[in-house]
């Protein structure tokens, strides 16, 4: 996504009440009374009683004083207190080790000796976590039980002497009349609704003809650039567009494999209606008609070749959906991730991934998506509290499991979850053979536009560009870049970043080896 700022779960704490009742207030007390004629006795009896009331108001005084001392103390003890889920005298779930918090810039400057143990002891933690067993990939026949309709639309094998995986599908005369009407994508973008406008006008002379039964073809994407955010992926995808074998594509980010197929747009909205995979394929029906048109020796050029793609840039990590699907299953980890979904379907996808030093994105992602208030310093106290929590998870479960969390991920202030990288690579890794899979850093990217482009090209097995066509590609304005208004904001604060630099560093070590690549420690950003 950004690139012009390219320098930069769970067991959620259970909130406790503590209430405090009041002690009864002594009312009335000290109103002289009204004297009338008594014998002696009775006189000495209301004297004795007086004295006795007043001591016992006494008594009631100094209790409601030490009771409104005690709750000044909880109150203040509240406020101080680094984990704000819950008092300081109430019980707490999870005994969190104390990390840097500032108040001010200048406090950020001189963090404490014993932060900076606490932080060693946790990352220490995170390392021995990060050496576990690689997840079980579930059966391909539980993969295919959890949507039989998917499987059924999509065939286990496409069309031989087309690159891209297309396939025929009968198609009824009936559905004409309401072409995608229906499809759900165009309720929610003015563009592809323009697209099939434009679709439907010439969609018959597109069909293919077999005795008494008509097809159109069918395709899936080519290619999945599957993340992260705030890492280039917006910049990356428009300019793939530029490249002639690339171009009929209409959506970048449709969600499908990891919401809208469960019938989520946003999960905070909760559910609203599943888009059916016929609603997905339509979306890459522009490329289709184009690669039906080579085939039929329509078309000047070899269309054959031509390969579509989509920048989801949730497919990486997303999996939270099946936190909210009813299922028997026990665990704290998803039982199927979005990999296998593809994997089983299109077993020979290519894979493209964007990654950036996971402290500059963590800001990136704090100054896109947050709207209001903010600054160098609510960021730090974000991070720290998300950390706070993050490693509350750590001492119940595994790293894996707390990476996958939905709720430690909603709990969050900030999306700290999304830079730990080698966890979702590793899973992926589990399906898809290393040679599928091409990992770019948006560093490399920004700093050698067309060395990283042809990579990307060989990668995708496209041809050259021309002259022309690489001068366009390296002029196009940068997309996605960051505001106005969140530059002036400035950099992160120095403790902030060497805070997260701390936390980040043996994941980036673990990925630096699986990629036998040392640029992905960002040692030296």
């Known amino acids: 996504m950004s690139l012009s700022d390219c320098k930069y779960g769970s067991n959620t704490h259970t909130d406790y009440t503590h209430s405090l009742h009041s002690l009864p207030m002594a009312e009335n007390y000290g109103k002289r009374p009204v004297r009338t004629s008594f014998d002696v006795n009775t006189n000495l009896d209301i004297k004795w009683s007086l004295r006795n009331l007043r001591s016992i108001s006494k008594v009631k005084v100094v209790s409601f004083l030490m009771g409104l001392t005690l709750t000044f103390l909880i109150t203040a003890s509240y406020i101080l207190t680094w984990d704000r889920k819950g008092l300081l005298l109430t019980p707490s779930p999870y005994q969190l080790r104390p990390v840097v918090v500032l108040t001010s810039t200048a406090a950020a400057e001189a963090p404490s000796g014993n932060d ?139 969600h499908w494999w990891t919401r809208k197929r469960f ?117 730090h106290q974000k991070v720290v509290d998300s950390v706070h929590l993050f490693q509350s998870c750590l001492s119940e479960r595994s790293l894996r499991s707390c990476v996958y969390h939905t709720s430690l991920s909603y709990s969050m202030p900030v999306r700290l979850h999304l830079g730990l990288y080698i966890i979702f690579l590793l899973d992926w890794l589990t399906v898809f053979n290393r040679e599928q899979i091409l990992v770019l850093r948006l560093e490399d990217y920004a700093a050698n536009l067309e060395v990283t482009i042809k990579k990307v090209f060989d990668f995708l097995s496209v041809g050259p560009m021309s002259q022309q066509g690489e001068a366009a590609l390296t002029r196009r304005p940068l997309s996605n870049t960051r505001r106005t208004a969140d530059r002036n904001l400035g950099p992160m604060l120095p403790a902030t970043r060497d805070f997260l630099r701390e936390f980040h560093k043996p994941f980036n070590h673990k990925l630096a080896s699986v990629l036998d690549n040392k640029a992905f420690l960002w040692s030296n950003t």
């Open 116 to 254: 900076l143990i606490a932080m060693k002891l946790l990352v220490k933690n995170i390392s021995s976590k990060l050496e576990y067993t690689p997840r079980k990939v579930p059966d391909e026949k539980d993969v295919i039980g959890t949507d039989s309709n998917l499987f059924s639309v999509i065939p286990r094998h496409f069309l031989p002497g087309i690159k891209s995986p297309c396939w025929y599908e009968e198609f009824s005369s009936e559905r004409s009349t309401d072409l995608y009407r229906r499809n759900l994508f165009t309720r929610r973008s003015k563009t592809f609704k323009t697209v099939c406008d434009h679709l439907r006008t010439n969609f018959q002379q597109h069909l293919f003809h077999s005795g008494s039964k008509v097809f159109r073809l069918r395709c899936l994407p080519y290619f999945y650039i599957i993340g992260q955010p705030k890492c280039g992926t917006t910049d990356l995808f428009h300019r793939l567009l530029l490249h002639p074998e690339v171009k009929f594509n209409t959506m970048k980010e449709p």
């Open 263 to 379: 019938g989520y747009i946003r999960f905070k909205d909760g559910f609203q209606e599943s888009f059916p995979v016929e609603d997905y394929l339509d979306l890459f029906d522009l490329a289709a008609q184009n690669i039906q048109e080579g085939i039929s020796g329509n078309s000047s050029g070899d269309h054959r070749t031509l390969i579509t793609g989509e920048a989801s840039a949730s497919t990486m990590w997303d999996n939270q959906a099946w936190s909210y699907l009813p299922s028997d299953r026990e665990g704290t980890e998803p039982p199927f991730l979005a990999q296998d979904f593809i994997h089983t379907i299109q077993p020979g996808a290519k894979i493209l991934i964007m990654l950036r030093d996971p402290v500059e994105r963590l800001y990136s992602d704090y100054l896109y998506f947050k709207m209001a208030n903010k600054s160098a310093e609510d960021f």
